[in-house]
Structures are given as structure tokens and as C-alpha cells.
């Protein structure tokens, strides 16, 4: 199983960045995607999650109406679309798969918002 990020940089407040997370070695489709971000001394948060198929996308109150997660099942590929950032959103962003009920994780992506 491999999930790699990729998108992070930095940006000015009020700017958007779209992240990336390429899967392979498992069933795509039906795995749970979501993306999952931490800071330095606290617990990682989750931030957006997607259902293989059907049901509702969860998000963390804080990124409501800023951010959209989404997946490309033909690509293999799960976003993060996220939009008017703030410089609180600084952090490492890591994708998340689960499947057959086991957790797979990335490597996370590091996004830095700052003027």
C-alpha cells in the first residue's frame, strides 16, 4: 500500500492550494479517504473525510465552507481543495485510507500559510 501527498507549499493568506493523494496497492473505491493535518506538540486533527461510496463528507468545523475533499476513483487519487486559507491551517497534511479495516497513511505534505 502507498499513499503519497503532494501540493503543499507556501501561500499568502486568503490564497488556495489543492492537495493530492496518489494510491496504490489496494481497492481504490472502496476505502474510506481522508485527510488529516498536525502541528507540532498536538494531536493530529481530522480535517475532511469521504466514504467509498454514497453517505456525507465529514469536515472539521474550522475548514466548513473553505475546504473540499473529493475523489477520483478512476485515478486513484482523493483532494483537498482548500480555499481562503489562514495562516492556522499551517501544518502538515497527511492522506489516510482505510480499508478491510486497516489504516494506511502518507507521508504528509507541508502547508505553510503566511504572508
Known amino acids: 500500500v502507498q499513499l503519497v501527498e503532494s501540493g503543499g507549499g507556501l501561500v499568502q493568506p486568503g490564497g488556495s492550494l489543492r492537495l493530492s493523494c496518489a494510491a496504490s496497492g489496494f481497492t481504490f473505491s472502496s476505502a474510506v479517504m481522508s485527510w488529516y493535518r498536525q502541528v507540532p506538540e498536538k494531536e493530529r486533527e481530522l480535517v475532511a473525510r469521504?466514504?467509498?461510496?454514497?453517505?456525507?463528507?465529514d469536515y472539521v468545523d474550522s475548514v466548513k465552507g473553505r475546504f473540499t475533499i473529493s475523489r477520483d476513483n478512476a485515478e486513484n487519487t482523493v483532494y483537498l481543495q482548500m480555499n481562503s486559507l489562514k495562516p492556522e491551517d499551517t501544518a502538515v497534511y497527511y492522506c489516510r485510507a482505510v480499508t478491510n479495516r486497516r489504516r494506511y497513511w502518507g507521508q504528509g505534505t507541508q502547508v505553510t500559510v503566511s504572508a
Open positions: 469521504m466514504p467509498s461510496a454514497g453517505g456525507n463528507t
